[in-house]
DNA sequence: ACATAGGTTGCTAGG
DNA sequence: ACCTAGCAACCTATG
């Protein structure tokens, strides 16, 4: 009898680390005669997810490093990545490169666990052994869900007490001081190169996509992938990716923390224009790199608020990251409404483009993706999240509710969109969850407590600096006017050299210009709170056969509702919302969007937060009246 | 059943 | 600079 050693395939996806890893140490726990470490590069990602050139940066960056710790631990060793689909690529290393194991670290999403369904079956099939584990969060997700009696977590309570059961956090686990040589690895077999057709990202290429062009890359090494083969310009952001790195940034920033005996206390102030140099980077060092156990100590109640929603995405599943078939989010009319991919039935999953129910709502959605809405505060955060990728967590509140339920009414499917698409620390669990919350459609409901962007920022920078950084146009303006540069006199604006006109969108960054606000805030506030405020008695969740089959019109018309899709802008009465050429007939049925007070929705059914996961007494009466 | 407290991180006016 | 009440009134957790 031979006793063949253990031969491991180490399959690295957002796991782009060797610190803390069970995964990995469960890998080299085999005592393996040969590892792989390699990445495969996988087409829903490149083309089904949208991304800036800043997000594909910092996950080359974290690969780089990552392949380069490799290599100082064992120098024939490296971060082989294979560009091929998993789905297709693995049976067939399976046969050509005989590993005994594949291990990896388990994700919670729909697709990733989709995807590892199917590499696990091939295994299974070929005989090779496969090994998981959690890793990503404080507890493991399906646990949690377990012990919050197979329901998703949407509250901190509901986790602390679930995680509480789950047992203790384990101690990080030190990252390995060796690793073994890897294995041969013929590539006997035909590459297949991506079948996709839709490419999501198409957009923002501006080379030719060589991303599938050949297997082991342009110089047949396996090397790390580049921009340019990506086909995506340079980046912007100042922001690197990495272990190395952000290990480095969390030990400067604890022992900054000791100095200033700020240990204990989990929150500064906030500081806007500050990012790598202070607690703010956790989230982009958690993205890939840092693992969260080690930042337990001084970011605890933010790794809960992550944990929460790894374990809501792991209980809800795919509907999870949209409204259309979940259970746990509230459904608000909100404009530009997801198309849903009609020839995907089964799921109903989001096909990643909207519908225009409104042109109004949809320029105040472009404006706010340009960063030229004409609210200053508004502006810098849009712009700085274009260039480097990152904006204070507190900037995404603001952002985040101006866009939907405290501004724009705009549905938060599209926000999430543009942060998915721009932020380098991108979690797709968190993201979701957090405009959820902004938006007041799951896991928070005060929709009466709603950010300004003229208060928010003050409070915390008088001056307007961060302003004055990002907003160059109003560098030189007064602060009295800097959050409010509608209100300034003229002397003040010739002062500072700037015209306020237009908005914003047709002409490349004319300097001394800055826009026009939108609207104006308080009123849209006031409607706002009004019309969530009949949504909310109105009590649909994306589930609720009237939210399915349309029926939730008449619902919402019957309460007098006015601020929902379809029902506005179809006319442009907004008297800043004319293209700029024919402003004199824009004042025509002004008070159009006014909503007329009085009957809300209350009487209908208020369907009990309890109800929302099972058929409501609204789905009876939905059916009935829809023969 | 019902009441009460609490909830990452709201704004404003007033002391 | 920092606190409070009032605003209007959401949901969850607990006893």
Not at 98 to 116: C, M, N
Not at 125 to 131: D, E, L, M, P
């Amino acid at each position: 009898m031979t006793i063949v050693k253990p031969r491991v395939i180490y399959w690295f996806r957002t796991d782009l680390r060797l610190h803390d890893s069970p995964a990995l140490k469960a890998a080299l726990d085999l005592e393996p005669e040969v590892l792989w470490p390699i990445f495969t590069w996988d087409p829903h990602y490149v083309y089904h997810v949208k991304a800036s050139s800043n997000r594909w940066q910092y996950i080359l960056d974290c690969q780089q490093d990552l392949s380069d710790s490799i290599q100082k631990l064992n120098p024939k060793s490296k971060l082989f990545v294979i560009r091929e689909a998993p789905q297709t690529l693995f049976p067939k290393l399976f046969t050509a490169w005989k590993p005994t194991h594949l291990v990896f670290e388990r994700d919670t999403d729909a697709y990733a666990r989709e995807r590892d369904k199917v590499v696990t079956d091939a295994a299974t099939k070929a005989g090779v052994k496969v090994i998981t584990r959690y890793g990503r969060t404080l507890w493991d997700s399906d646990e949690v869900v377990r012990k919050n009696g197979g329901k998703p977590t949407m509250s901190i309570t509901q986790l602390q007490a679930a995680g509480h059961k789950v047992g203790e956090i384990p101690k990080p686990i030190p990252a390995p001081d060796y690793l073994p040589d890897p294995g041969e690895m013929p590539i006997n077999f035909d590459h297949i190169q991506r079948a996709e057709t839709v490419d999501l990202n198409a957009p923002h290429r501006s080379l030719v996509d060589k991303t599938y062009k050949s297997i082991a890359g342009p110089k047949g090494d396996s090397a790390v992938e580049t921009l340019e083969e990506l086909g995506f310009p340079a980046a912007t952001t100042p922001h690197r990716g990495g272990e190395t790195l952000a290990l480095a940034q969390l030990e400067k920033v604890m022992a900054d923390e000791k100095v200033r005996g700020y240990f204990s206390k989990a929150q500064d102030k906030p500081s806007f224009n500050r990012t790598s140099d202070d607690s703010s980077f956790a989230s982009h060092a958690l993205r890939c790199s840092v693992p969260s156990t080690l930042l337990l100590a001084n970011h605890g109640s933010q790794l809960l608020f992550r944990d929460m929603y790894f374990a809501a995405q792991a209980a809800i599943g795919s509907p999870y990251t949209q409204t259309l078939n979940n259970p746990y989010v509230r459904f608000i009319p909100w404009h530009l409404p997801s198309k849903y991919d009609e020839a995907d039935t089964g799921t109903m999953a989001i096909s990643g483009s909207y519908q225009v129910d409104s042109p109004q709502a949809d320029k105040w959605f472009r404006r706010w993706k340009a960063g030229v809405t004409g609210f200053p505060f508004v502006d810098a955060l849009m712009r700085q999240l274009r260039f480097e990728g990152w904006i204070h967590h507190l900037g995404r509140h603001l952002v985040a509710c101006f866009l939907t339920r405290g501004g724009c009414y705009v549905h938060w499917e599209r926000g999430a969109d543009v942060f998915e698409e721009l932020l380098i620390d991108h979690e797709p669990a968190s993201n979701a969850g957090n405009w959820q919350w902004l938006s007041c459609t799951a896991f928070f409901s005060q929709y009466y407590r709603c950010y300004s962007p003229v208060a928010f920022g003050q409070k915390w920078d008088k001056n307007g600096d961060f302003i004055r950084k990002w907003v160059p146009e109003l560098k030189h303006l007064d602060a009295k006017y800097i959050y409010e540069p509608w209100k300034a006199t003229q002397s003040a604006l010739d002062d500072a050299g700037v015209r306020i006109e237009g908005d914003g969108l047709d002409e490349g960054g004319t300097e001394g210009i800055y826009p026009v606000a939108m609207f104006d805030f308080q009123e849209r506030r006031n409607i706002c709170i009004a019309a969530m405020k009949r949504a909310f008695a109105i009590g649909l969740h994306g589930n609720d056969e009237a939210v399915k089959n349309g029926y939730w019109k008449q619902l919402f018309e019957k309460a007098g509702e006015t601020e929902m899709e379809g029902l506005d802008g179809m006319d442009s009465s907004d008297d800043n919302d004319d293209e700029g050429e024919h402003a004199d007939d824009a004042d025509h049925e002004s008070h159009r969007n006014h909503n007329p007070k009085g009957r809300n929705g209350g009487k209908h059914s208020r369907s009990k937060s309890s109800t929302a996961v099972q058929e409501g007494p609204m789905d009876r009466h939905v059916k009935k009246l829809k023969t």
